[in-house]
């Protein structure tokens, strides 16, 4: 059974920082890419960040380029989403994914999804 585990979510300051985790279990994901995504209730779901699990490339939506930085343990089978300079539209319940359509934007193709994790920004 496929698990996709998200943590670390909290209420933060504009422009304080937190880690976000997602903890994989219950396949092997070498071939798959990880994503982050972010949704505002009322709104879509919004690509954040994505990296290959196996390495090799990243890509992040342009606004938080430069604040964000996806990254992931193998050894833990865990990806992880530093966000630093946290703005107040940052605030959202943020969405861990695994999917084989490569470093997608595109919720669709990501197979896997966690359960979420809320931020709130202050201001």
């Not at 997602?22 to 879509?44: D, H, I, L, N």
């Not at 197979?111 to 920004?121: E, M």
Request: aromatic share 14%; charged share 15%; with cysteine.
């Amino acid at each position: 059974q496929v698990q996709l585990v998200e943590s670390g979510g909290g209420l933060v300051q504009a422009g304080g920082s937190l880690r976000l985790s997602c903890a994989a279990s219950g396949r092997t994901f070498s071939t798959y890419a990880m994503g982050w995504f972010r949704q505002v209730p009322g709104k879509e779901r919004e690509f954040v960040a994505a990296l290959y699990w196996s390495g090799g490339g990243a890509r992040y939506t342009d606004s938080v380029k430069g604040r964000f930085t996806i990254s992931r343990d193998n050894a833990k089978n865990t990806v992880y989403l530093q966000m630093n300079s946290l703005k107040p539209e940052d605030t959202a319940d943020y969405y861990c994914a695994a999917g084989t359509y490569g470093l997608s934007s595109y919720s669709h193709q990501y197979s896997y999804w966690g359960q979420g994790t809320q931020v709130t920004v202050s201001s």
